[in-house]
Structures are given as C-alpha cells and as structure tokens.
C-alpha cells in the first residue's frame, strides 16, 4: 500500500515538473488564496488584540460630551480630534469624589513633528495601564519636573533619534507641517518610555503646565503645580468596581456641564460591532479568491486532461487500472493545492517579518508571528475543497482511459 | 489430434466471438482463433479489417458481445473490468506505433512502469536480475539502447530508439504475452528488420508468445506463423465485398 502510495505521488510529482509552467502558475493563484485569507484574519485578530491592549485598568473615561466611541478614540487612541474641551473644576470635583481611586488629566490638541502632544500630570505615570495590567516605565531619565520638561514614547525616541536632554518644540495643531510653531517654548526631554506597543510610544508627553505654556504668550514660566482652565479628559480609576455604573451615570447626568462617562471596553466592543460589517465582508471576499484559485486549478487541470490521453492510455497500457488514473488526478490537485496553501502560509510569515515595525509604528497593530489554528483551518479547508473539486477531472480522466483503451485516436 | 492439447495450451483463445461498438453493427466475427503458447504469429490485414479492436479485446479493455476471450486459459471475456485491467498487466506487455513514452519520465522509469502496476512482474524481474532497474538495464542493453543514452529525455530519441525503449517495457518482468500494434510502421525497412529480429529473440529468450499486427504482409516471413484477420473476421470478408 505505502509503495503504491509513494509511487503514485513520485509519478504525479514528475509528471507536474513536467509541466512546470502552468503547475507554478496554479500553485502561486492557491498561495495567494491562502495567504490573502490568513492575513485577514491574522490583521483582524492582531488589531483587536493591539486595541484591546492598549488601555487597561481604566475604569472610566471623562470627557465633555460627545459620542462614547469618538471619546475612546482621542482619548487614549489618538485618533481623531477632540470636540471640546471641560473644565478642570469638573475635573477637581470628580477626582475627589469617594469612590474615585485615582484620575489622570489629558489635555490635547498639539504635536510635535506629527506626534501627538499630550498634557498630563504625573499620575499618567504612576496609573496608567495597558495590556494585562502592566504599568509605564522608564528605559531612560525619569518623569518631568518643570512645566519645560517632556517624556516621550519608545518610538518617538526612535523615529527622531532623541536621546534625554534633547531640545524639541512643539507646534500647534496636530498636523507635521503646522505654520504656527511655538519657537519661543522649547522642551527638553527628561524621560524615554520603554516600548508598550501602544499610542504611548508615539506621544510626547508634557505637563499641563507646560501645556499652558504653549498657548501663553509666554512672558511669564508657570510652575509645574499651576492649574490650568480646561483639560480634554480624565481616566479614572475606582477603588471598586461597582461604582463603574452608579458614577457613569453621574457624570453623565452632571448638571453645570456636559459630559460623558464611557467604560473603555464597552466602548470598544462598540468598535467591534462597528467594523464586523467591513471585516465580514473581508473574510467573505478572500474565501471568494480562495473559490477563485481552486476552480482555476480545476479548469488547468481540466484543459490539461486533453493533451495527456496518450499519456493516460500509455499508462493503462502498462497496467493501470482506471482507478489509478483517477487516484493520480486526485492527488495532482491535491499537491498543488497544499504546495500552494504551504507557501501562501509561508508568505504570509515572511512578510509579517517584514512588515511589523511599520505596522507597528504606523497603526499601533502587534502583527504576532507563528502559525495559528486559523492557518491550519485555512491549509486543511483548501486542501478539502480542492480534493471535492478535483473529483471532476479525475472522473473525467476516468471515463476517458475506459473509452480511449490503449490507443488514442488523435 | 494435436489440436486438443494446444487448447490447453492456447495464449489466446478466441470462440465465437462477436463484437460491435454501441449499438453498431458487428465489426469483429471470428468463429476460432487459437494462439499456443510462445508461437511467434504474424497478424495482417488492411486497416479497418479490426487489427485494433482484436487487441483491445485481447487487452481487456473492450469485451465481446458474444463468444469468449481466454487468456493463458483465463476467461476474461467473464470477468470485471478490475479482474482484466489484472489480467493486462501481469500477463500481457504492449507495444504500439508511437507514442508508446511516458514523456516525463527517463527512459530507465519507462521501462520500469509495468512493475509498478503488477506485482508479477516486478517479482520476476527481480528474481531473474536482481531488481527491476537491472532488468530495465540489461533489456535495454539488449535492445541496443547504451548507457548514454539511458538517461536522456524520452522525448530526445528517435523513433527507431523510441520503439526499442517500448519493446524492453513490454518485455520487463517477462510476461507471457507481447502483442505489438504496428510498432515498425514509422520505421524504415532497414531499421524495421533489425527491429523484428531484436524483439524476436528476446522473446525468444523469455519464451513469450508474440502477436505481431502489421497492415504489411511481406514482413510475414519473420514469423512462425501468419494469420489474414481479413480471412479470420467473417465481418470484414463480407463488408469487402459490398
């Protein structure tokens, strides 16, 4: 049985090199297929997880009103830009409140060389969380200790190649090219954040002071301890969970101003809910590509059945049953397909390679690497198809060697 | 008297035999046909006289209407269409016009093609030179086939060298039976009768029997015996005359 086994596969094996050709063409179509449909998957999963990782401990999210998913996605995503701004006496009145453990300010609306600027104090530092509960931490310098002074993220560090004691400005506005440039304050970075993969690693990080500093006309240096008049958000930290729901309807409730109170994992299923559509709709086409891919390997087969009669009915001549015939079609679409979907998964590894760092700094995703049981699901479910698929010309070259004999009229 | 034994014999056994493709008319009729066991016979006729539909009967591959085919005294004629297929390939090697060659393969692979379909003749193969290669090595020798050339692509020999690959793969593991379909039709006569006398005693030495189909009636006298299908198919001898 293994000896017909492997003397089957080495003949269809030769009998494709022969036909090397369009056997690389139909195999590059099934390893596209694969790698296309894999990536969809490996992209979604990595972001979900990326986004999810990004904010962590956070119990609620203040800012002034707006939607929840807007509020989460400037707040601690840096995407988009704030509507308004709230102010800090509403700040100071949530932060004291009982219940309320710890709350950071956010205050936006500036960059640097297209990072974002973000005015904060040092709880920032001390509270916040990403991933499974990790905190911030230095990989140089420590925080700031004057409204001048600035900590930034790992990839700020990297991109523009500061180092602790580099002088920077920051522009307002968030764009890189801004024509309003704020020449007269510059900062000097005191601290470097180690990597989190998250939007941390493409901040700069101030004070509120220094913040202020920014939009002041600059006669005068405010201490680090001075207040500001408004702030872009708040995330706070509870001493318990169940107040999450009671102090969110509070705030949402507050009367001097409007505000919104939004639970960062809520809001983010809320962003899942809002891109399953375009992320159905990704699997369904790259499952169409992959249909794509199989049923051209059918039609390349199917065409070459014509040109190979002789060959078949030289086959059946020296003792090949029919079945055999059909065996070796069947597993000539099979090899071509897991050589196929092997490479796809293969591709699809090399360009994760290849492309994380980007993929990292340029949209905060963590591409992961190693096969998963996606790929195993996406090699078994090619496989499968293709094998269904391939029993059309297999039979076909079945009822020809029984119709053809051993010779061919041609 | 002797006619009795020789049916014991018979390589092939043909009675009362009747076929038609489809719903067609009869195109094959032979009331008798018997071919003992290593005669050396000589089939002839103008095409369309049923050369090729004999041989495919003869093969397995198509079955008679009526009568019975018989096979080193297995009726095949009986049997299912696995059961003959079986019957093909252990006992009976094949050579035709052209295209006889798995172009993708070497020529040595040729060769060995009918072991890997028939347990047979991979076992004899192997007890009469150690291995199917070997006996792929020294057919080929024999047939005029030399080591240079053994390696080369099929498809870069010539015909003549060609029809010496096909008659060593019919002769590979020694089976009782080579029927050969024109094989010398594509070559010139020099090369035709070198050809005939090669495979001849070959099969000579693997005491085969040979049935050898040719449209060309002077090449008879190469042969222990020749047969007129044209005579022999009731079909043919009416239809010539119409």
């Known amino acids: 049985?293994?000896?017909?086994?492997?003397?089957?596969?080495?003949?269809?094996f030769k009998s494709l090199m022969n036909r090397r050709g369009t056997a690389a063409l139909t195999v590059a179509s099934i390893a596209v297929s694969a790698a296309l449909l894999s990536v969809v998957d490996r992209v979604r999963t990595d972001a979900q997880t990326s986004f999810a990782n990004t904010i962590s401990g956070t119990d609620l999210i203040v800012g002034a009103r707006s939607g929840d998913l807007n509020l989460l996605l400037y707040s601690v995503f840096r995407i988009g830009n704030p509507t308004n701004n709230f102010s800090w006496e509403s700040y100071r009145l949530i932060k004291d409140l009982p219940m309320v453990d710890w709350m950071i300010p956010i205050s936006l609306g500036d960059a640097h060389r297209g990072y974002r600027v973000l005015g904060t104090d040092l709880g920032y530092f001390q509270h916040y969380q990403y991933a499974d509960n990790r905190s911030l931490s230095f990989s140089d310098g420590a925080a700031f200790a004057s409204a001048t002074d600035a900590v930034i993220g790992a990839e700020v560090a990297d991109e523009l190649a500061y180092t602790v004691g580099q002088q920077i400005v920051v522009s307002h506005g968030v764009t890189e090219t801004s024509f309003l440039t704020h020449d007269e304050n510059p900062f000097t970075v005191t601290g470097i954040l180690a990597r989190t993969g998250t939007p941390v690693d493409r901040t700069v990080h101030i004070s509120l002071a220094g913040m202020d500093l920014i939009h002041s006309d600059g006669t005068e240096t405010p201490g680090l301890d001075d207040e500001p008049g408004e702030i872009t958000a708040g995330l706070i930290g509870l001493k318990s969970k169940t107040s999450i729901f009671p102090l969110q309807r509070n705030i949402n409730e507050y009367e001097p101003e409007a505000l919104s109170a939004?639970?960062?994992?809520?809001?983010?299923?809320?962003?899942?809910?809002?891109i399953s559509v375009a992320e159905t709709a990704l699997y369904g086409v790259s499952a169409m590509v992959v249909l794509a891919g199989v049923l051209g390997l059918?039609?390349?087969?199917?065409?070459?059945?014509?040109?190979?009669?002789?060959?078949?009915s030289v086959l059946r001549s020296v003792g090949a049953r029919p079945g055999h015939i059909f065996v070796m079609l069947v597993s000539e679409a099979a090899m071509l397909a897991l050589s196929g979907a092997l490479i796809g998964l293969f591709l699809v590894q090399l360009g994760i390679l290849l492309i994380r760092q980007y993929a990292l700094s340029e949209f905060g995703i963590q591409l992961s690497i190693g096969l998963r049981a996606f790929d195993l699901y996406v090699l078994a479910g090619i496989l499968v198809i293709t094998?269904?698929?391939?029993?059309?010309?297999?039979?076909?070259?079945?009822?020809?060697?029984?119709?053809?004999?051993?010779t061919v009229r041609l | 008297m002797s006619a009795d034994s020789s049916v014991m014999e018979a390589a092939i056994a043909l009675s009362d035999l009747r076929f038609g493709y489809d719903a067609g008319d009869d195109v094959l009729a032979i009331d008798k046909l018997e071919i003992g066991v290593s005669e050396k016979v000589f089939l002839f006729g103008p095409s369309g006289c049923g050369k090729s539909t004999l041989l495919a009967m003869i093969g397995g591959v198509l079955v008679p209407r009526e009568g019975s085919v018989s096979i080193l005294g297995n009726v095949v004629s009986g049997m299912k269409g696995a059961a003959r297929d079986r019957i093909r390939a252990d006992h009976i090697g094949f050579i035709f016009q052209q295209f006889n060659l798995v172009p993708y393969l070497s020529v040595i692979d040729n060769v060995c093609l009918p072991?890997?379909?028939?347990?047979?003749?991979?076992?004899?193969?192997?007890?009469?030179?150690g291995s199917g290669q070997k006996a792929a090595v020294r057919l080929l020798s024999a047939l005029g086939i030399d080591e240079s050339l053994r390696a080369r692509k099929t498809t870069d020999l010539s015909v003549g060298q060609q029809q010496r690959v096909a008659a060593a793969r019919a002769l590979i593991g020694r089976p009782e039976l080579i029927i050969a379909d024109e094989p010398t039709s594509s070559?010139?006569?020099?090369?035709?009768?070198?050809?005939?006398?090669?495979?001849?005693?070959?099969?000579?030495?693997?005491?085969?029997?040979?049935?050898?189909?040719?449209?060309?009636?002077?090449?008879?006298?190469?042969?222990?015996?020749?047969?007129?299908?044209?005579?022999?198919?009731?079909?043919?001898?009416?239809?010539?005359?119409?």
Not at chain 1, 387 to 406: C, E, I, M
Not at chain 2, 226 to 232: F, H, K, R, S, V
């Open chain 1, 1 to 12: 049985m293994l000896h017909n086994f492997v003397s089957t596969i080495s003949l269809v």
């Open chain 1, 262 to 274: 939004v639970i960062p994992g809520v809001a983010l299923q809320q962003l899942w809910g809002l």
């Open chain 1, 298 to 312: 059918l039609a390349t087969l199917l065409v070459s059945l014509n040109e190979r009669r002789r060959e078949m």
């Open chain 1, 387 to 406: 094998v269904f698929v391939s029993v059309v010309p297999a039979w076909r070259a079945y009822r020809n060697s029984l119709a053809d004999g051993l």
């Open chain 2, 115 to 129: 072991c890997r379909y028939s347990r047979r003749r991979a076992t004899r193969a192997e007890e009469s030179d």
């Open chain 2, 187 to 242: 070559l010139d006569a020099d090369r035709r009768r070198e050809f005939i006398d090669l495979l001849l005693s070959e099969c000579e030495k693997a005491n085969s029997t040979v049935v050898f189909v040719s449209h060309d009636a002077s090449l008879a006298s190469h042969f222990d015996k020749a047969i007129d299908l044209q005579l022999t198919n009731g079909v043919a001898s009416h239809s010539d005359a119409s």
